[in-house]
């Protein structure tokens, strides 16, 4: 039996190989072959910025209006189809800005001499956006559109040699995965592109750029004199194959990370000595007794990058001028090396602090273009961020609903600065940038609280404590099957007095103080949760916002209305007007300002084509839902549930509501008992006023 199932499982594995695919990842051939490739598709020789920045575009784009401007969202950032763990929510502006740093670097603008330094508080994705990059990189090369290629060495005597005979042990590679046409000697170059160029369009041309590593030039001169200087027989001795970026492989991606001065030193970057050849070879600078494969070696034609950039010795931050200026990297004992590659740093604001009072390092400052990543400010991206680490594939813990709302809520909160408009509270700063309308507050108000802010999303707490608080609670209430959002609120607020980051008593009372708003603000969505329950009627707030806006129309323009009954010409209803206004706290001097900023909110979608939805102006849904509630909330009394004794009729009532929580708004039975049991002790309390 059990071999059965094992042959089966092989069976299967072997169905599932598709060979087609490595065949073609692995394909080798000649450098005439190679050159044919290339007429059909001229970007297989792309330098590495822009077959970064093709990579992204790939992935299409989409635009979207935020605050009356149009950004644009790159797909690649949020594609699930290579890596579901590292999607990036919430970042257009900071994303748009590296696009177009790898845009004007692939035109050849400049940018393609500079180090591109990622700058923002811990836990803000800066390597989560170069891990990204790195692992696009890899599957894009996998792919036809990135396909790239290098060259190999036959290095035997045998010049009659067939080069299907040979067995992968007589090959030697280019130990920087060099482009082939690096082989086109130097004072051959320009007629040849000039007659490759002839006829095609700008975005079809080609370039060579660069020379030959040192090992590649060594071999090649070699050969050149084996052959007397014929340049086509060397080249029977390439063998151009498929070239597969992998950061395990080390091929095409490197990373440095700093570690301790003592046991690190700039070979580590630009290769080192191997001293077992030089017994073979004779010399230290011989090319034969020297391993090519520091980071910015084998990094050539992909990206490197530098972790906790600023925290390198001094040293090691020398190589990066010419690596970056000059596309140079200094091997020991060899002349300057030729390389085509991204260089990324991340660093995060003590260290940049420091590079910015080092008078000494001045090149280092003019060579960097520094892009701010801060937190994230928009409520329901941070809420993303925590679905994709805690849903039901990876969390078998039942998370009652609002409980990552709550959570992410808090988060954003600790980030933003105190907004300067007196009538402004910081919760309501928070809604406004998720895309919810408040009275008095247009999309131009929203650029200017962004505009007046000077460090917003640079401060605040990291999404990484909020993950580790999320899964403490799952822990610490595993038995419960359940967590709900003051369990977490909880674990919250306990940790703050040990966090790290936290130095300064007055920040840790102000985050202390905003866990309070979310709880009250949470209080307020689960009885509105509630209530809606209660009502439960979509339909019915529908007709009733129609019944509203069709009445305050009238009352705005001096009209009267059409009874749908008796259809009979009508004076606008004013009882049913207050009835949902009085509900949101507005006063009868304050009506008149009321409707005519609903009609004028209606009038301005009307122009932008858009049409109108009560769910999107906070207010007005609340007052809607209130009123409707208010009108069936005698069919039910909640209080009843903090009672001992409830009557059967009762009963059924509460489990009907108790059923439409777990049918509509995803809480399970036991969640579902907990907030009505909440919500019922409000009421009980006659805590009602909204």
């Known amino acids: 039996m059990t071999t059965q199932i094992g042959t089966s499982l092989l069976q299967l594995v072997s169905e599932m190989q598709d060979r087609k695919k490595f065949q ?64 990036i929510f919430g970042l257009e502006i900071p994303l748009m800005r590296l696009v177009n740093f790898f845009k004007a670097a692939a035109q050849g603008y400049g940018t393609e001499k500079r180090v591109l330094l990622l700058h923002g508080p811990v836990g ?37 040699f067939d080069p299907a005979q040979l067995k992968e042990a007589d090959w030697q590679a280019c130990p920087m995965h060099e482009d082939p046409l690096h082989l086109i000697p130097p004072e051959l170059r320009e007629r040849f592109v000039a007659e490759f160029n002839s006829g095609r369009p700008e975005n079809e041309r080609i370039r060579i750029v660069g020379e030959l590593c040192p090992s590649c030039r060594y071999n090649f001169r070699e050969q050149m004199l084996r052959y007397g200087g014929d340049w086509s027989k060397v080249i029977r001795h390439i063998r151009v194959r498929r070239l597969v970026f992998s950061e395990q492989d080390r091929i095409g991606i490197g990373t440095f990370q700093p570690k301790d001065e003592k046991n690190q030193d700039s070979t580590e970057l630009t290769g080192d000595i191997n001293y077992r050849k030089i017994a073979i070879y004779g010399s230290d600078s011989d090319p034969r007794a020297f391993n090519f494969d520091g980071e910015f070696n084998i990094a050539n034609r992909g990206v ?33 090396t030729d390389i085509d590659e991204v260089i990324i740093g991340h660093t995060n604001e003590p260290e940049y602090r420091r ?53 992410a809520m808090w988060a954003v909160l600790t980030r933003l600065e105190e907004p300067k408009k007196p009538n402004l509270t910081l919760l309501q700063k928070l809604k406004l940038y998720n895309g919810k309308t408040l009275p008095g507050f247009t999309e131009d108000n929203i650029k200017e609280l962004r505009k007046e802010t000077q460090r917003e999303g640079m401060e605040g707490i990291s999404p990484r404590y909020i993950q580790d608080k999320i899964s403490n609670a799952l822990v610490n209430f595993q038995e419960d099957g359940y967590i709900n959002p003051f369990m977490v609120l909880n674990e919250l607020e306990g940790g703050l007095k040990n966090h790290a980051l936290i130095s300064a008593e007055e920040d840790r009372k102000r985050y202390k103080d905003l866990l309070s708003v979310v709880k009250e603000e949470y209080t307020e969505i689960v009885k509105n949760e509630v209530q809606r329950a209660i009502s439960a009627d979509e339909e019915a707030i529908k007709r009733l916002c129609g019944n509203y806006i069709d009445n305050i129309k009238a009352y705005t323009q001096r009209e009267r209305v059409r009874n749908k009954f008796t259809g009979q010409m009508e004076e606008p209803d004013e009882r049913l007007m207050r009835s949902i206004e009085e509900k949101i706290d507005i006063p009868e001097s304050r009506k008149d300002d009321f409707r005519r900023e609903i009609m004028n909110y209606i009038g301005a979608l009307a122009i932008e084509g858009r049409t109108f939805d009560y769910k999107t102006n906070e207010r007005l849904h609340k007052a809607l839902e209130l009123k409707l ?43 579902a008992t907990d907030v009505l049991n909440y919500v019922a002790s409000i009421f009980a309390r006659g805590d009602t006023k909204n």
């Open 124 to 160: 803000s994705s800066k390597s989560t956006i170069v891990r990204r990059l790195k692992k696009g990189l890899e599957h894009y090369s996998r792919t036809d559109a990135g396909a790239l290629y290098t060259f190999d060495w036959y290095l035997g005597e045998d010049e009659n």
């Open 355 to 407: 590079l910015e009072n080092n008078e000494f390092m001045e090149a280092l400052k003019d060579r960097t273009v520094r892009i701010d990543i801060p937190y994230i400010t928009r409520l329901r991206d941070e809420i993303k961020i925590y679905e994709r680490d805690f849903n039901r594939r990876n969390v078998r813990v039942h998370i009652a609903p609002h409980t990552l709302e709550v959570a």
């Open 304 to 336: 490197i990058e530098f972790i906790e950039m600023l925290k390198l010795d001094v040293a090691f931050l020398y190589d990066l001028l010419g690596a970056s200026q000059e596309h140079k990297i200094k091997s020991k004992k060899f002349a300057q």
């Open 24 to 87: 073609e990842l692995n394909w080798t051939g000649t450098f005439g072959e190679y050159l044919d490739t290339i007429a059909q598709n001229p970007a297989v020789a792309r330098n590495a910025f822009q077959r970064i920045y093709d990579m992204i575009m790939s992935y299409g784009t989409e635009e979207f209006i935020d605050a009356k401007k149009r950004l644009i969202r790159y797909k690649f950032f949020s594609d699930m189809s290579f890596d579901q763990n590292d999607a």
């Open 629 to 671: 509630f208010e009108d069936q909330k005698d069919s039910i009394k909640l209080t009843s549930l903090v009672s001992r004794v409830i009557d059967k009729d009762t009963q059924e009532k509460i489990d009907v509501v108790k059923a439409r929580l777990i049918r509509d708004f995803g809480y399970n039975e036991q969640s």
